[in-house]
């Protein structure tokens, strides 16, 4: 706790200079053993999570194994330096790679120029201070995405479990193509791969009910729990470890059952620059022919790559009770996926599942990622000969047993009771998802903008009708509404079979205005007083309140609340003495020509 205490504090104190800009100068000249113990043991469980998630999700986005791995350290040794959340870990991920399989075509050149120009989109969004932007995504489009994809991700793993060979990766294609095939299923296949999801499905049980283990309680009891806890914790190295070992009894007997990861080559990437054109049959294929391959993938990827990050770097700061810098985020990202690219990474971004891992094991600092990456890169160096020996089956089980938690069934429920029509954007994005994961963000984002777009032309007006017909707008107005507002004012005032005294625009939910609403306003004073009718304001805002004075409007009057202008019923002078501010001159600069009477 007292650890904890000391991050917390070391992160909301003002970093000026270079200490803003690189976090680790916040928290290293604090480091103590204490602190290094915890992350020690933190960055050995994350890493033990990550090769085995990493080389069943290079599978998932199309790639050889190895990219898997690739992918894996170089976000962790950048976000030491550059991040400002001590739980988060990058590295691949389901979603990320169920996007690089779309947009890259199953080719690792096209997937390392992804990963290098997402992070120089993610740099200059971070450089630009643009991450309001990720929050034009909103949470039924992301619900959509991620429960969609659970289901793509995880029927895509089933022809691994039943053993079957040649299925193709579009999911109606794939569905249709498993259930014909069906009776092809290798039954070792089938019987191991449904008992590795069982296991992690077991093991994942055990630790969410396992009881905390209490200081007082005797060392047996207490080695106890962090034995099981951490087998618990590490389920998918201790199940992918266990059926190499399998596979490989199978192999030392003559006979072999199960489909073989195969051979993965042994050594590290080399540092290099991502190529930026591509060696193809019928000769090279240039750069931008390969950005207009990727198309609308180098919006979307960066994108939800920045979006899944901040979320996760948020919801666990929330938790963990300190701060982080949004921006600063979008900083690591950018520089994260740059340098992966340099070592034939894939997009990553952070992982919630790993993220998760690692604040429950107590990680102190981001250091716990530099243990993760020198894991990974031991693994490359020394280890990739024994992943031959992984079957498929389990590699499977380990992505779906990730993903299934992604689907919220719960959440179609709740937008029907708490707002039926966000219903819409979640069953678009959710639907299309399915055809092509493209169509589905981007129908969904604009079904999105379009509801926003429709509740800022069309306003809640409140209207009380009587000798004094009061109006009240139930929010700020901006062009789009003007029209809506002139109508529900016109409607009522004109053409009411007996027509109101005067009429008062209550403007105290209005923040602001534009130019084209304060225009709007000027023909609605001119068609008003054509009728003999006045229209005062009341409890205008201030930055409102000078808008409409800079106008000079013909006729403009207001009051300071709405009892003071209820007891006005001339249009000059109100009855009980409260005279309102008006302005009577022409406002030629104001309205376009045609318009001045």
């Not at 073989?260 to 620059?273: H, R, W």
């Amino acid at each position: 706790m007292a650890a904890q205490g000391t991050w917390q504090r070391g992160q909301s104190c003002g970093c000026p200079g270079v200490r803003a800009k690189l976090p680790i100068l916040r928290w290293l000249p604090r480091y103590s053993l204490a602190w290094l113990q915890l992350d020690l043991m933190a960055g050995l469980t994350v890493g033990l999570t990550v090769v085995p998630q990493a080389l069943a999700y290079a599978e998932v986005a199309g790639l050889p194994l190895q990219y898997g791995l690739y992918s894996s350290f170089m976000g962790c040794f950048v976000y030491c330096f550059l991040g400002t959340a001590k739980d988060v870990t990058l590295g691949p991920t389901a979603i990320m790679s169920l996007l690089v399989s779309s947009y890259a075509f199953h080719e690792p050149v096209y997937a390392i120029l992804l990963t290098f120009l997402s992070g120089c989109i993610q740099l200059a969004m971070g450089l630009l201070h643009l991450g309001f932007l990720l929050d034009f995504i909103s949470c039924p489009v992301i619900k959509g995405f991620t429960s969609a994809a659970s289901i793509t991700i995880s029927f895509n793993q089933v022809k691994n479990i039943l053993g079957l060979q040649g299925i193709p990766r579009q999911f109606f294609l794939q569905v249709y193509e498993t259930l014909r095939r069906i009776g092809e299923t290798r039954a070792g296949d089938a019987v191991f791969g449904l008992a590795c999801l069982a296991a992690l499905a077991g093991l994942r049980v055990m630790k969410s009910h396992l009881p905390q283990a209490a200081c007082a309680e005797p060392l047996a009891a207490r080695l106890s729990y962090l034995i099981v806890w951490t087998s618990a914790t590490a389920r998918n190295a201790l199940v992918v470890l266990f059926a190499g070992l399998v596979a490989y009894s199978f192999q030392v007997m003559g006979s072999q059952p199960l489909t073989l990861t195969g051979s993965i080559p042994q050594g590290l990437p080399p540092f290099q620059l991502p190529h930026f054109s591509m060696a193809a049959p019928n000769g090279t294929i240039p750069f931008w022919s390969m950005v207009e391959d990727m198309g609308v993938g180098l919006a979307v990827v960066p994108l939800m790559g920045l979006l899944e990050t901040v979320a996760i770097a948020k919801a666990f700061a929330s938790q963990n009770d300190y701060r982080i810098d949004p921006n600063q985020e979008l900083l690591a990202m950018g520089f994260a996926n740059i340098l992966g690219s340099f070592v034939s990474s894939y997009p990553i971004t952070g992982s919630f599942g790993r993220t998760a891992v690692n604040a429950q094991s107590g990680v102190c600092t981001p250091a716990g990622g530099l243990i993760t990456g020198t894991l990974v890169l031991l693994s490359l160096a020394y280890l990739t000969s024994l992943f031959y020996y992984i079957p498929k089956a389990a590699l499977a089980a380990v992505i779906i047993s990730a993903v299934v938690p992604m689907f919220d069934a719960g959440i179609f429920r709740r937008l029907w009771r708490v707002k039926r029509l966000d219903l819409v954007p979640l069953c678009v994005t959710f639907l299309l998802c399915f055809w092509e994961v493209q169509y589905g963000i981007v129908a969904g984002v604009l079904v999105s903008g379009i509801l926003l777009l429709y509740s800022i032309a069309r306003p809640p007006i409140k209207v009380s009708e009587g000798d004094v017909l009061l109006v009240q707008p139930g929010s700020s107005l901006h062009f789009p509404a003007i029209e809506c507002l002139r109508d529900a004012v016109c409607s009522r005032a004109l053409a009411a079979a007996s027509p109101p005294c005067s009429i008062i625009l209550d403007c105290c939910h209005i923040s602001s205005i534009d130019y084209t609403v304060v225009v709007g306003l000027a023909e609605l004073l001119q068609e008003l007083h054509k009728h003999g009718l006045p229209l005062a304001f009341c409890s205008l805002q201030e930055p409102v309140l000078q808008v409409l004075l800079s106008a000079d409007l013909e006729g403009f009057q207001h009051f300071p609340s709405r009892e003071e202008a209820e007891q006005c019923r001339g249009a000059e002078v109100g009855v009980s003495g409260a005279a309102p501010s008006t302005s009577t001159s022409e406002s030629s600069l104001l309205l376009p020509e045609g318009l001045i009477q």
